[in-house]
Nanobody
């Protein structure tokens, strides 16, 4: 069964850190870009970060740039999102997925969800004091 499984979410105080993991099973993650997305209650899903298959090119949303780091270990079929200096507004369900990750017409990297991609079930991150 082809799937992505996230883990590592939880309850954390403002200013704290979490490291989310995304493990692929039923397929090799190596040939694919990987992305992290989040969705807060009543809001649309938004892209947080993407990383290409080689781990060379990465993209971050302005919302989390400087506070998060995406990485991958293709040998372990796993990707990660390290999040630091968490804020209450980071509270959301976080999903990993195989995104569309490409250079747009302006020459900038674009990270968008792929409805035909593989998605995990999500992991809840709650930031509260």
């Amino acid at each position: 069964q082809v799937q992505l499984v996230e883990s590592g979410g939880g309850l954390v105080q403002p200013g704290g850190s979490l490291k989310l993991s995304c493990r692929a099973s039923g397929f090799a993650l190596a040939p694919f870009p990987i992305g992290w997305f989040r969705q807060a209650p009543g809001q649309e899903r938004e892209a947080i970060s993407c990383l290409d298959s080689s781990g060379t090119n990465e993209w971050y949303s302005d919302l989390t740039k400087g506070r998060s780091t995406i990485s991958r270990n293709n040998a372990e079929n796993t990707a990660y999102l390290q999040m630091n200096s968490l804020k209450p507004e980071d509270t959301a369900i976080y999903y990993c997925a195989t995104p569309k990750f490409y250079y747009n017409d302006h020459g900038s990297l674009a990270c968008v969800s792929d409805p035909l991609g593989t998605w995990g079930q999500g992991t809840q991150v709650t930031v509260t004091s």
